[in-house]
């Protein structure tokens, strides 16, 4: 196809816009509200996807060793875990570690004589703890690497946290369950409005075509126009609603570390608004574009018979 050609039916298509200014800007408005939307529950999916990541990260399963085993099967036993493809990391802790970090929290400073009367004492209940501590990649697979883990031999016992894996595997599925929903809705709700403004034109230039097919004009120079109408409805709708995303999200970020910063430390953070927008801009523009050629495609189809 000719790149004249694509100029006259790009300029026919904007001119169909502005034929029907009420439908179009009903389409663009309603487009810009969906891409809205659908860009804040995705920046609210992401930075929620974050935390949680950040959140599994700290649940830990802590694995204890057979009394008496020596350091080369404790060593074993912590490459087996590395092996293992849920696993994120491994980090050992020795009894005398375990030890230190109790003390800290129980005896607190200057109580020295305490500590070490007690470290060397047969009432020591960290005497034999040296353990590995272990976190998952997926929350969801915690339960997995747990069976794998209580079948390696010189395992004693292996502890997790149920409840949290359970809880935040729940979220994740909630999460991604909701999400996807509301996106349909606002899709569909969008592809049919921007068919009803495309249909318009179709009509208001019935006569037209009618003309154009009886000198000549190809099937794809008479359908061309319309479906990049609605291209170009679908590329406005998704800009402005972007553009509004990055300022109010930049102010969002500015508003959490000025008035909630306990909360921001709390979350391990926010994704920055370059980080969210690597991801929203590319989606939101090809959503918008693909609505709009969805929409035309369809109408094209029902109303246009040429």
Same mark, same amino acid.
């Given at each position: 196809?000719?790149?004249?050609?694509?100029?006259?039916?790009?300029?026919?298509?904007?001119?169909?816009?502005?034929?029907?200014?009420?439908?179009?800007?009903?389409? /663009?408005? &309603?487009?810009?509200?969906? /891409?809205?939307?659908?860009?804040?529950?995705?920046?609210?999916?992401?930075?929620?996807?974050?935390?949680?990541?950040?959140?599994?990260?700290?649940?830990? /399963?802590?694995?204890?060793?057979?009394?008496?085993?020596?350091?080369?099967?404790?060593?074993?036993?912590?490459?087996? /875990?590395?092996?293992?493809?849920?696993?994120?990391?491994?980090?050992?802790?020795?009894?005398? @570690?375990?030890?230190?970090?109790?003390?800290?929290?129980?005896?607190?400073?200057?109580?020295?004589?305490?500590?070490?009367?007690?470290?060397?004492? @047969?009432?020591?209940?960290?005497?034999?703890?040296?353990?590995?501590?272990?976190?998952?990649?997926?929350?969801?697979?915690?339960?997995?690497?747990?069976? %794998?883990?209580?079948? +390696?031999?010189?395992?004693?016992?292996?502890?997790?946290?149920?409840?949290?894996?359970?809880?935040?595997? &729940?979220?994740?599925?909630?999460?991604?369950?909701?999400?996807?929903?509301?996106?349909?809705?606002?899709?569909?709700?969008?592809?049919?409005?921007?068919?009803?403004?495309?249909?318009?034109?179709?009509?208001?230039?019935?006569?037209?075509?009618?003309?154009?097919?009886?000198?000549?004009?190809?099937?794809?120079?008479?359908?061309?126009?319309?479906?990049?109408?609605?291209?170009?409805?679908?590329?406005?709708?998704?800009?402005?609603?972007?553009?509004?995303?990055?300022?109010?999200?930049?102010?969002?970020?500015?508003?959490?570390?000025?008035?909630?910063?306990? +909360? @921001?430390?709390?979350?391990?953070?926010?994704?920055?608004?370059?980080?969210?927008?690597? %991801?929203?801009?590319?989606?939101?523009?090809?959503?918008?574009?693909?609505?709009?050629? +969805?929409?035309?495609?369809?109408?094209?189809?029902?109303?246009?018979?040429?």
């Amino acid at each position: 196809m000719k790149i004249r050609t694509i100029g006259y039916s790009a300029g026919q298509g904007v001119k169909n816009i502005f034929r029907n200014m009420m439908f179009s800007l009903a389409s /663009i408005a &309603t487009m810009t509200a969906c /891409i809205f939307l659908f860009g804040l529950f995705f920046s609210i999916m992401l930075n929620v996807t974050y935390i949680m990541r950040n959140v599994e990260t700290n649940v830990g /399963i802590t694995v204890f060793f057979d009394e008496g085993l020596d350091q080369a099967g404790i060593n074993k036993i912590g490459e087996a /875990i590395r092996s293992h493809e849920n696993v994120e990391s491994c980090e050992y802790v020795s009894a005398d @570690q375990a030890w230190d970090t109790y003390s800290e929290e129980y005896f607190g400073e200057g109580n020295e004589a305490a500590k070490e009367g007690f470290r060397d004492s @047969q009432d020591n209940p960290l005497a034999n703890s040296a353990n590995y501590v272990v976190y998952v990649n997926q929350i969801e697979n915690q339960n997995e690497l747990v069976e %794998y883990i209580r079948g +390696l031999d010189g395992v004693r016992t292996v502890n997790q946290s149920q409840e949290a894996s359970s809880t935040l595997s &729940t979220i994740n599925t909630l999460l991604a369950t909701v999400t996807g929903a509301i996106i349909l809705i606002l899709l569909a709700v969008s592809v049919f409005l921007i068919s009803n403004t495309v249909a318009v034109g179709v009509a208001v230039r019935r006569e037209e075509i009618g003309i154009m097919k009886l000198i000549g004009a190809t099937n794809a120079f008479v359908r061309l126009p319309f479906i990049l109408e609605g291209i170009i409805i679908g590329l406005i709708g998704s800009i402005i609603p972007l553009v509004i995303l990055h300022i109010l999200y930049n102010k969002a970020i500015e508003y959490i570390l000025e008035r909630f910063s306990v +909360l @921001q430390d709390a979350m391990n953070g926010l994704l920055p608004v370059g980080t969210v927008f690597t %991801y929203l801009l590319p989606v939101g523009l090809l959503l918008g574009i693909g609505i709009g050629l +969805l929409g035309s495609i369809i109408t094209i189809r029902k109303h246009l018979k040429v």
